[in-house]
């Protein structure tokens, strides 16, 4: 039985397109109560999409000649999660709270458009569809192993040093997620399961 080839452009985007509708969800929600489980949610996304990015994709693009676009990201991400963590961090009764999110989900949308509209592009005319399928599936593994909450202060290398702090901290965040009774909503785009 042969196995389908998965992209990982089409993955990465995904996780895009996911963070857009659940920012849509979040500008029409019309009561806390609708929108604490969207916000949970989209700090959820935000944080696995961007360390799940930084110990995969990251270190391919440096494979590949684009070091540079790698580390600029791995800033970018930085910026990222620091916004996220303060977002995540306040009070839904903060009468800033509205605005800290939609800065966190903005500045990581603006981020996504130029991987989508730049990055991914030049480093899908290197490779071949095997060689995006395996970063890929590597993508997808990092997304399971990954903390579901922002840490800006980890190690932002993609090494073995942020892969073992980040699952560390995944188990804090489930604990503190369980123990919080945060709830959830889900995501209107899922993965394909390896």
Do not use: W
């Not at 452009?9 to 489980?37: G, W, Y």
């Amino acid at each position: 039985m042969a196995t389908t080839l998965l992209d990982i452009t089409t993955m990465i985007k995904l996780d895009h397109e996911n963070v857009r509708d659940l920012f849509q969800r979040f500008k029409s929600a019309t009561s806390k109560e609708e929108k604490l489980p969207i916000v949970n949610t989209l700090i959820r996304e935000m944080a696995v999409h961007s360390d799940a990015e930084e110990v995969s994709l990251y270190n391919e693009f440096a494979v590949l000649g684009l070091a540079e676009t790698a580390e600029h990201n791995k800033e970018e991400h930085s910026e990222v999660k620091k916004l996220v963590y303060e977002a995540d961090n306040a009070s839904i009764d903060d009468p800033n709270f509205d605005d800290k999110m939609t800065i966190a989900v903005t500045t990581f949308l603006e981020h996504s458009e130029e991987e989508e509209n730049e990055q991914l592009p030049q480093m899908a005319a290197q490779i071949t569809r095997e060689q995006s399928d395996a970063i890929a599936r590597e993508f997808l593994k990092a997304r399971m192993l990954v903390p579901t909450r922002a840490h800006p202060d980890v190690p932002q290398t993609g090494g073995i040093v942020q892969q073992a702090i980040g699952v560390h901290a995944k188990i804090h965040d489930k604990l503190s997620e369980t123990l919080a009774g945060r709830k959830f909503v889900d995501v209107k785009y899922a993965h394909p399961e390896l």
